[in-house]
């Protein structure tokens, strides 16, 4: 598998992710994503920086992950925007260089688009803050390649698991490991009362067909 979830975390993350309202669900008036789909669930771990605790917990357990599945590792890649200030606390507590990806170019100065110290041959893992059909992310990955870095693969705090990103890690042979997920999301949320069985059914639905979901 391509994508993996680190079950050590899953709840932990979902649960406290609910809490601040960094994940939002709202069963009554769906959100619009920039891509115009309508889904019942928003996502922004950006909040997550805002509260010291959970900030610590997400960066130690991202930090652990990277450990255990990517030892190799020896360069941090944050990806622009959210993953940045992510991936500078990961490489912070792991010790290692750091560089981020833009999503394009400068236009201007040295019209970089990785920035930090390039290493060529140098073993790299990225850090997400969210994960959807995973087009951006495998962009910076392809980015890193080409500058002669060798992606040892990425890590991220949440994943909606679409089929899309399965296909699309899987075709670009990158892993991906993510702290928590929609499944665990939603468990999360029965628990906490947040949704009731019959409001679960409903949001389960979009799952099955975001990108044609009303």
Known sequence: MSITIHDPTAAAVASRLLA?????????????????????????????????EIR??????????????????????????????????VADAL??????????????????????RIEKGKNVVLIEDLVSTGGSSLKAAEALTDAGFRVAGMAAIFTYGFDAAEA???????????????????TEAVASRYLDEKQLVYVKSWRLDPANWK
Request: glycine share 10%; charged share 15%.
């Open 56 to 89: 610590s917990f997400i960066k130690k357990s991202l930090a652990d992950a990277i450990r255990h599945y990517f030892p190799q590792g020896e360069y941090i890649a944050g990806v622009a925007t959210a993953g940045v200030p992510q991936g500078a606390l």
């Open 20 to 52: 601040i309202g960094a994940i939002k669900i709202n069963h009554e008036k769906p959100f619009t994503w920039s891509s115009g789909w309508k889904s019942p669930v928003y996502c922004d771990n950006r909040l997550a920086l805002s509260y010291p």
């Open 95 to 116: 010790q290692l260089p750091y560089v981020y990806v833009r999503p394009k170019p400068k236009d201007h100065g040295m019209g970089n688009l990785i920035e930090g």
């Open 168 to 186: 699309a890690f899987s075709k670009a042979g990158v892993s991906l490991v993510c702290l928590s997920d929609f499944n665990h999301l939603l």
